[in-house]
């Protein structure tokens, strides 16, 4: 697993705003490369900013969003369409708006598609997608860039301290029953999935984030605070405004 970068802006407007030509710039990076590239989107206030001024940016052009797949980290178990979902979320901020191709986005299933209220089942679902999106015999692909947040507790994705869910070592995507924060129920990929990435991108922004970011570079047991365990094969890189980096400087 890659050490961490650590990446600091004035603000939490500059954060968003460099984030998105970092994000258009990589992934273009990555189709020239190899032909296609994977991103995964978070949700919350910040990740859904960087994509809206992705949007907004004419850097957003350095991607050929027909050969983008789009994953989520993480979902709400709401019914589709639903305000709370970070698709939906992300399709009003960047999505609806750029030429990506339907059959390259796979979002979560919601809790009134076929799973029904079942998270479990949709967990095992969105499972088998990304298997069957992943190279023989690889529970998950290993994704370009995955985007996270974090939470004033240390969560990230939908993977809460000492949960079940952060225990899990052998699935890609768990159901959580159990989040701190409403809506208790999501699904969310687990952490050995996450590990899969070639790069893990951490957004933060604000004081709130200040501890738990100091303890997961300080390398805090994932367990107690999910973070530290989000690592990319070849790149960890948090990109933080000034008060959530402020104690994580060498």
């Given at each position: 697993m890659?050490?961490?970068e650590v990446?600091?802006y004035?603000?939490?407007?500059l954060l ?5 030509a ?7 990076d990555?189709?020239a ?7 995964v989107?978070?949700?919350g206030?910040?990740?859904?900013d ?18 983008l797949d789009v ?8 019914p589709?369409?639903?305000s ?11 999505l609806?708006?750029v ?7 796979f ?6 598609g076929?799973?029904?209220?079942d ?6 679902t ?28 240390g969560?990230?994705?939908s ?10 070592r ?10 701190p924060?409403p809506?208790p129920t ?11 990435s070639?790069e ?6 604000g ?13 805090a ?9 989000a690592?990319?094969?070849e ?5 933080l ?10």
């Amino acid at each position: 697993m890659s050490g961490i970068e650590v990446v600091s802006y004035a603000d939490a407007e500059l954060l968003a705003k460099a984030g998105a030509a970092r994000l258009a710039i990589a992934l273009g990076d990555v189709q020239a490369a190899r032909g296609s590239a994977s991103v995964v989107l978070t949700g919350g206030g910040i990740g859904i900013d960087v994509l809206r001024k992705l949007r907004e940016s004419p850097v957003r052009d350095a991607i050929d969003f027909a050969r983008l797949d789009v994953y989520w980290g993480d979902e709400r178990f709401v019914p589709a369409g639903d305000s709370e979902r970070n698709d939906v979320q992300a399709r009003s901020a960047l999505l609806d708006h750029v030429p990506v191709d339907p059959a390259r986005v796979f979002p979560v299933p919601a809790s009134d598609g076929p799973c029904g209220g079942d998270a479990a089942e949709a967990a095992n679902t969105y499972a088998r997608t990304l298997a069957g999106c992943a190279t023989s015999g690889e529970f998950s692909p290993a994704f370009d860039i995955m985007l996270l947040g974090v939470g004033p507790e240390g969560h990230t994705a939908s993977l809460f301290p000492t949960t079940e869910a952060v225990h899990e070592r052998q699935r890609s995507v768990v159901p959580v029953r159990d989040s701190p924060k409403p809506p208790p129920t999501r699904v969310s990929l687990s952490l050995p999935a996450i590990r899969r990435s070639r790069e893990v991108w951490v957004l933060g922004a604000g004081v709130s984030k200040s501890d738990a970011l100091a303890l997961a570079f300080a390398g805090a047991d994932p367990v107690d605070l999910p973070i530290a365990g989000a690592r990319g094969v070849e790149r960890t890189r948090w990109l933080l405004d000034g008060e959530a980096a402020a104690r994580t400087r060498v």
